[in-house]
């Protein structure tokens, strides 16, 4: 096949490329750069089968030649990131899904959306089924991002509905592994840091809020299966196995063997309280299920961080 690939430089994105890649298939990678970082498809460079446009798919977008896919993951997708750039977050929610299921109802490609949790908002449902509807605040900070997400999705069931397109919608649960940026604010990438550098450990609360992390490996067989073989309705993907903030803390702590402490900041507006998919419809429809468990991949990652860390101390040369 030959798939096109929105936030190709992002954290997903480029382990996405790398898994059509991986099987054979060409891929097309658009990113604009504005929080995708290139040293994530810098090996990819001189790919045979791999082609990469700098574009912001929330403008215009040509693609020459036919493209049996369009899988849509540019976005702002860390608090730090999205309320940064609020309006460009919403932007690619609304413009950036229109022109990408614009061009594959033209190249008659199945389209994919890399929707998101936050659907759900602060779930008075536990744990999340597809067929929840959420509880978000429109208004709030986070708006910008979850309205963005849930728009995206209504954009395409509609192209589905009324064009008869070939659709997928993955709901995406918190990830974390290699290619996270250390700023993206992100609690994994937050804490590992953090205790590398010897630093307290930031919890906001009490640390009693819960997240259900997937390691990116998991994450992005998920996807790719449900691009494959799933059906035209949202399907969660992520990791059942359930944390509070402050156990992961402490386990970081634990592995990197940091002094760091944990200390409490206030906590922000509208965060969830609990996060946790249900993944029976991807076990049943997939057969996909994660494998990698929280010490093993927190493990990875830690290693994944030591090493940029290290080359950004080094002293460029004169």
């Not at 997400?149 to 008869?164: Q, V």
């Not at 994994?188 to 930031?202: C, H, K, R």
């Not at 944390?243 to 970081?252: C, G, K, M, P, S």
Request: one cysteine or more.
């Amino acid at each position: 096949m030959r798939v096109l690939i929105t936030g190709a430089a992002g954290f997903l994105g480029s382990h996405l490329c790398d898994r059509f890649l991986a099987d054979g298939h060409s891929v097309i990678g658009l990113d604009n750069f504005l929080t995708g970082n290139p040293d994530n498809i810098a090996h990819l460079v001189g790919h045979d089968r791999f082609e990469f446009v700098r574009h912001n798919i929330s403008t215009y977008t040509y693609v020459a030649g036919p493209l049996d896919g369009v899988l849509h993951f540019a976005s702002p997708a860390s608090p730090v990131d999205y309320l940064e750039y609020p309006i460009a977050t919403l932007k690619v929610g609304a413009l950036g899904t229109h022109n990408a299921l614009g061009l594959a109802l033209a190249k008659n490609a199945r389209f994919f959306l890399a929707s998101t949790s936050e659907v759900y908002g602060d779930p008075l449902e536990h744990p999340q089924t597809e067929s929840y509807w959420g509880n978000v605040n429109p208004i709030g900070p986070r708006g910008v991002y979850d309205e963005a997400k849930r728009f995206a999705e209504a954009m395409t069931m509609a192209y589905h509905r009324f064009h008869g397109m070939d659709t997928r919608i993955v709901r995406i649960f918190n990830t974390y592994g290699p290619r996270m940026r250390p700023n993206d604010g992100r609690v994994v990438s937050n804490f590992i840091v953090q205790a590398l550098s010897d630093q307290p450990l930031t919890i906001y609360g009490d640390g009693s809020q819960t997240r259900s992390f997937c390691y990116v490996a998991d994450e992005i067989e998920g996807i790719y299966r449900l691009f494959m073989a799933g059906d035209n309705n949202p399907t969660n993907i992520g990791n059942p196995n359930e944390f509070t903030v402050r156990q992961l803390a402490e386990l970081i702590i634990e592995v990197t063997g940091t002094n760091s402490t944990i200390v409490e900041r206030e906590l922000p507006v509208d965060d969830p309280k609990v996060r946790q998919p249900d993944i029976r419809k991807a076990r049943e429809m997939l057969g996909w299920e994660p494998t990698v468990s929280l010490r093993e991949g927190v493990t990875r990652t830690i290693e994944y961080f030591r090493s940029i860390l290290a080359r950004e101390a080094v002293p460029a040369r004169a």
